[in-house]
């Protein structure tokens, strides 16, 4: 029994340190450097990290920053933090990504990777001998771990699809909800790696069935596994309220600890647009680093861009051109094609008058609106119908055509 | 030869005694049919005594020896004349009485068409022709072989107004789906000289989903110019063809148009300087398929496209900026687009020149004057009759002998296990 506790809490700290946001407070203390606008630490960063996800996040940024001595950097922390595993595969990976830049020190080990999976091969056997044994005496509770261990064992191989596999293997042998819960935290883990968020969706529902057993911290995990499924599926919409959930306990004081993003979003509510537009500026290059966000930055950063225009102009009757591009930090040309493309897109109801440079808000009039429908409507009926009737006379024709022939 | 000239002698005579009453004429129709190889073999002697009747009271001889005079080949030096005398008949013939024969009627009708293509003159058909419409018409509901010999000529002499004229009454009733497509055919044609899009899409349209079981050239054609002209009035062109299309339509129109649907395509991108060079690398099958006029102007409607979104989203813009925006070289060249939009009625606005700003209104309509009170009134009563219309049509098929054996037919092959079965003896 003893044992099991361990492995759901050392299981917990992993799926912590894979999440983003979720971090206990202590860490989040070391959180502050990534968030800021200055070049990213990458020390400071991957100090924020352990296991696998320090590797993947620390390989990610090698392949996207672009900077060769950073590049190497985070290479050479990723080499470190691989020996320190057992994962052979990404160790060739790295070795191959290195190339010897960085000297003879991270070459290609190849008496360490024999020897890693010469261990690999032998603590393979004994699990199957071991799960063998549980099997033919058919405890539940013991091919349940025989399995998990199994699914440990591939996971820090990097085995990832096997992993998997084990891992929800567990599941015919789970007798507590717990168990179920455990089995879902695995499973979402190892999928997030694989990049298959349809599973991490409906594992974060599943787990969420077993209301009763779950603690606030089990439950932020979740959703903040949901969340990043939403964004990978490009649902922002889902994702923000989940991450907005999981905020909600601790938001303020996280706030505090991220001042350049508490700034941000205290100006984007009191419509100081430009600071914050500029804190989201300063901000992109890292958050471009970061392993889930990189793909969606583009499109988040116009829709928050366009979301803080039509929330700009939605009070006012007439909006000055010259005193929103001033808000905005743009010119008014460049404000005005902006605004075209919104109101072309029917996101703000409004008309510019390019002359005095006044925006003006525009109300649609239900009235004329109503007839306009009406008279359209009328026209089409009455073409459609008349249209109608031709066919049905061309029809009745040629039916009354075949069937004088046939006489 | 005596008895023949008395025989001819004697024709003109019934003809002439014949004419009063119409049981007479019902007569003389009998004696007409039973005489119509002597005519047709002597057509130049009986051309010679046609002198001697009017066409307003004896037009059913008359029609009879005109048809006959008309059917052969017919000299070059001798068209003129006879064009004179086919298209005072027309003007003056008693209604009544060509009606007994409307397919003589017609084929001197039809002679008078390629008459007068011969000698290059196509607009003298066409008030004839349609005086002879309407004569020949039982109601204004009917499709006569006439409309699209009338409409082509109308065409062919630039007479789009008068043409128009006919379009304006709702056909129902058809006889030869081919008179139906040309009908269509040149009629869009009319449509689109008037400027009057909506009508003649409305005609393409017809062609394009009419019932045909083996594809023909007009609905290719029609195809064709549906495609442009939807581009032109609408600004954009839809693909999907409505479900009650024939099938052979959908699967062939499109193959038979590709460079069409082309154009429809480089036209939703909304780059004209793409469009242009579409055309411009097309221009020859555009041509061909005497169709480059249109295409001009469906390239100008992109302009006018670009111009329109401007209105949803200005109030006012200088023209300097309309032509950046709309892709125009020159603000004079958007000056001249907006005011043509203006004309037309397709936006409100109005230009000042003297700071070259254009200030666009709303729809000044208020939907409260009389007159568009009297509009709404009309266009309800107009959509009551179509309704009733509908609803009498669909009686009249529901109680059709023809319509019943067939469904009845029908429904025993397909429902053969059904309990209420179809009376076996539903043809009635």
Known sequence: METEEEASGQMTDEIYTNGGEDEPLQQQQQRRPIISGEQLDIEAYAALYTGRTKISRLIFIADKCGNVSMQLEALRMAYD??????????????????????????????????????????????????????????????????????????????????????YVRTRDYCTTAKHIIHMCLNAILVSIEMGQFAHVTSYVSKAEQNKNDLDPITIAKLQCAAGLAHLEAKKYKHAARKAKV????????????????????????????????????????????????HDH???????????????????????????????????????????????????????????????????????????????????????????????????KHEFNLKASRKI | MNLNVNSVDSLVAEIQGLSGSSQDVNHLNNLLKQSEDIIRSQPTTFATCITQLDPSLHSLGYLYILEACTAGPIPEP??????????????????????????????????????????????????????????????????????????????????????????????????????????????????????????????????????????????????????????????????????????????????????????????????????EAFVLANQDKFENGNNLGLVKQVVSSMYKRNIQRLTQTYLTLSLQDIANTAQISTAKEAEMHVLEMIEDGEIYATINQKDGMVRFLEDPEEYKTCEMIEHIDSSIQRIMKLSKKLTTMDESMAMDPLYLSKVGRERQRFDFDDFDGVPQKFNL
């Open chain 1, 81 to 166: 933090e691989i020996k320190k595993g057992e994962n052979t595969q990404l160790f060739r990976e790295v070795v191959h990504k290195i190339d010897g830049r960085l000297g003879p020190n991270y070459s290609a080990d190849s008496s360490w990777m024999d020897a890693v999976d010469r261990r690999a091969d032998q603590r393979k056997e004994k699990l199957e001998n071991e799960l063998n044994a549980y099997r033919t005496n058919l405890i539940k509770e013991s091919i349940r771990m025989g399995y998990n261990d199994f699914g440990d064992f591939y996971y820090s191989h990097g085995a990832l699809g096997d992993a998997f596999k084990n």
């Open chain 1, 246 to 293: 999981i905020d909600n306990i601790n938001f303020r004081n996280f706030l505090e600890l991220v001042p350049e993003v508490r700034e941000l979003i205290h100006d984007f509510y009191s419509s100081h647009y430009a600071s914050c537009l500029d804190y989201l500026g300063n901000l992109k290059a890292n958050l471009m680093l970061d392993i889930h966000l």
């Open chain 1, 297 to 395: 930055l583009e499109i988040l950063y116009t829709e928050i861009r366009n979301k803080a225009l039509i929330q700009y102009t939605h009070p006012f009757v007439s909006v000055d051109l010259n005193m929103m591009a001033n808000a905005f930090k743009t010119t008014v040309v460049g404000l005005q094609k902006e605004l075209e493309a919104l109101i072309t897109d029917n996101q703000i109801q409004a008309r510019i008058d390019s002359h005095n440079k006044i925006l003006y808000a525009r109300h649609a009039d239900q009235r004329k609106a109503t007839f306009q429908r009406v008279l359209q409507t009328g026209v089409e009926f009455d073409r459609d119908v008349r249209a109608m009737l031709l066919r049905a006379n061309l029809i």
């Open chain 2, 78 to 275: 001798q068209a003129n004349e006879l064009v004179l005398s086919v298209v005072r008949f027309i003007d003056v013939c008693s209604a009544e009485q060509i009606r007994l024969v409307p397919d003589k009627f017609i084929s001197v009708c039809k002679r008078l068409h390629e008459q007068v293509m011969v000698l290059g003159a196509p607009i003298r058909a066409v008030a004839p022709l349609l005086t002879a419409i309407r004569k020949i018409q039982p109601s204004s509901e009917h499709l006569t072989p006439l409309h699209p010999d009338f409409l082509q000529v109308c065409v062919s002499s630039k007479c789009y107004k008068i043409g128009y004229s006919i379009l304006e009454d709702d056909i129902y009733e058809v006889d030869q789906p081919r008179d139906f497509f040309l009908y269509c055919y040149y009629g869009g044609m009319i449509c689109i000289g008037q400027k009057r899009f909506a009508k003649a899409l409305e005609l393409f349209h017809n062609v394009v989903t009419a019932p045909m079981s083996a594809m023909n050239a007009i609905a290719v054609e029609a195809y064709k110019k549906y495609i442009l002209v939807s581009l032109i009035h609408l600004r954009q062109f839809s693909a999907t063809f409505p479900k009650y299309t024939s099938a052979v339509a959908q699967r062939n129109l499109k193959n038979f148009s590709q460079p069409y649907i082309e154009l429809a395509n480089s036209y939703s991108t909304g780059n004209i300087s793409e469009l």
